[in-house]
C-alpha cells in the first residue's frame, strides 16, 4: 500500500490519517500531546469517515484541555496554561476542518480556536501580536511572531496557509523554528485562508501578489525589520501562492514554495475524481473548493482555479527560490516540483526532495513536519542572515 511507510492511525483513509499525522507531529512544539491524540483516535476507529463523530470527539479533547488551561493559569501556571490553551485550540480547529461552511458551528467553533490559540502564544511569546493588514476589500488576519534576538536590524519571512490551514496551525508548523533562529515571521490569513476567509468573508484569488505586496508594505514598517532581508513562503496552495508573489513582487529576497501546487486545477480536478470514486487520497472534502473560491457551486469554483497555474509566469522569478516536496506526496505531486524548479527564472535555485528515506515523503512532509520547518528555518538563515 502506497504510503505504508508513514504513520497512518486510520490505515484505510487517507484523509482522516492525513489529518491526525499531522497534528501528531505538533507535539515539538507544543500543539499537541501524544496521549490527547490517541484517546482521540480510540475513539474514532469505529466510525471512521463519519464528520460528526470527527467533530464530537476533537471538540470533547478540546473542552477537556480548555479546562486544564484555565485552572493552571488561575493557579499561577502560566507555561503550563500556555500549552493547554494552545492545543485546546489545534485540536478544536482540526475538528472545524471536516465542517461544511454551511454549519454554524464551523464559525462558532473557529472564534474559540483563535481566542484560545492567542491566549496562549501571547503567555509564551513576549511581543507575539494580531494585526491586521490594510488590503482593498477588508483587513487581512495575521500574527506578528518577533525573532529570538537582540540585533538591532533583523529579516522577516511573510508565511501565507495553504487551503487547509490557518495562521493558528502556520504559527506553529514554521513561525516559532524561524523565530528561534532570529527572523520574524508574519504568519497571514491571505485572501480563502483562515480568519480572513472565515470571518471576513474575502475568497481566494489567483494574482497573490496583491495581498502578497500588501503583507510586505506591512512588514517592511515594523521598528527594526530590515525592508531588504524580506522572504515570502507558502505551504501546498500556498506553494502555488507564494510563488505568484514572488514573480511580480519583485521586493521580496527569498522565496519558499513547500509542497509545489504548479497548476491549481490540475489538482482540484483530480481531486473530484478521486471524491467521486468513493476515494480518500485527498486533503479535504469537494464543498472546501467552492468555500475559498467564493463560488455557488464545484464546477463554477474548478473553473476559477483555471488562473491558478504557474505555467506563465515562473519564468519572471528571479529571487533565490527554494521548493521542497515529499516524492511520494498525493495532493501536490513531485512532478510539479520539477516544473517549477525548471522554469523559474532564478539562479539560486533548489529542489529538496524527501522521501521515505529521509523521513519526509508525503504531502508538505506532514510525516515528519519538524524535518521540513527546520530545513525551511535554515535555509532563511543562510538566505537573509547576511
Not at 478521486?274 to 455557488?296: K, N, R, V, Y
Request: aromatic share 12%; hydrophobic share 40%.
Amino acid at each position: 500500500m502506497q504510503g505504508a511507510n508513514w504513520f497512518r492511525y486510520f490505515p484505510d483513509n487517507y484523509l482522516w490519517s492525513h489529518r491526525l499525522c499531522g497534528i501528531l507531529n505538533l507535539a515539538r512544539v507544543g500543539g499537541s500531546s501524544l496521549w490527547e491524540i490517541d484517546q482521540i483516535g480510540k475513539k474514532l476507529k469505529d466510525n471512521i469517515g463519519d464528520s460528526e463523530v470527527w467533530f464530537e470527539e476533537w471538540k470533547e479533547m478540546s473542552e477537556f484541555v480548555l479546562d486544564c488551561a484555565e485552572r493552571e493559569l488561575k493557579a499561577g501556571h502560566s507555561v503550563t496554561a500556555s500549552g493547554a490553551f494552545i492545543r485546546s485550540a489545534v485540536y478544536l480547529y482540526t475538528a472545524e476542518q471536516l465542517i461544511p461552511p454551511e454549519d454554524p458551528r464551523k464559525f462558532e467553533s473557529y472564534k474559540k480556536v483563535a481566542s484560545r490559540f492567542y491566549k496562549g502564544m501571547k503567555l509564551r511569546i513576549t511581543g507575539f501580536e494580531k494585526v491586521e493588514i490594510e488590503y482593498e476589500e477588508g483587513p487581512l488576519y495575521a500574527f506578528w511572531i518577533p525573532p529570538k534576538t537582540e540585533k538591532e536590524k533583523i529579516p522577516a519571512v511573510v508565511f501565507f496557509d495553504g487551503a487547509d490551514a490557518c495562521k493558528e496551525i502556520t504559527t506553529l508548523w514554521a513561525g516559532l523554528d524561524l523565530h528561534s533562529r532570529g527572523i520574524g515571521c508574519l504568519c497571514i490569513d491571505g485572501p480563502g485562508q483562515g480568519e480572513t476567509l472565515r470571518l471576513g468573508k474575502i475568497p481566494s484569488r489567483f494574482d497573490y501578489e496583491v495581498p502578497a505586496t500588501a503583507a510586505y508594505n506591512f512588514v517592511s514598517t515594523i521598528e527594526n525589520v530590515d525592508p531588504d532581508r524580506i522572504g515570502i513562503m507558502g505551504m501546498s496552495m500556498g506553494g502555488y501562492y507564494a510563488p505568484r508573489a514572488a514573480a511580480f513582487e519583485k521586493r521580496f529576497a527569498a522565496c519558499v514554495a513547500w509542497g509545489c501546487s504548479f497548476d491549481i486545477h490540475e489538482v482540484v480536478v483530480k481531486r473530484r475524481k478521486i471524491l467521486e470514486a468513493g476515494g480518500t487520497e485527498t486533503s479535504a472534502h469537494m464543498w472546501q473548493l467552492p468555500f475559498l473560491m467564493g463560488c455557488d457551486d464545484v464546477d463554477s469554483a474548478i473553473e476559477k482555479c483555471k488562473k491558478y497555474n504557474l505555467a506563465e509566469v515562473a519564468s519572471n522569478i528571479t529571487m533565490p527560490i527554494l521548493i521542497l516536496n515529499g516524492i511520494e506526496d498525493t495532493i501536490a505531486p513531485i512532478e510539479m516540483a520539477h516544473r517549477l524548479f525548471e522554469e523559474c527564472g532564478s539562479i539560486d535555485k533548489q529542489l529538496k526532495v524527501f522521501s521515505s528515506e529521509n523521513g519526509g515523503s508525503q504531502h508538505c512532509l506532514v510525516d515528519n513536519l519538524g524535518l521540513a520547518s527546520n530545513y525551511i528555518a535554515d535555509w532563511f538563515l543562510d538566505h537573509l542572515m547576511h
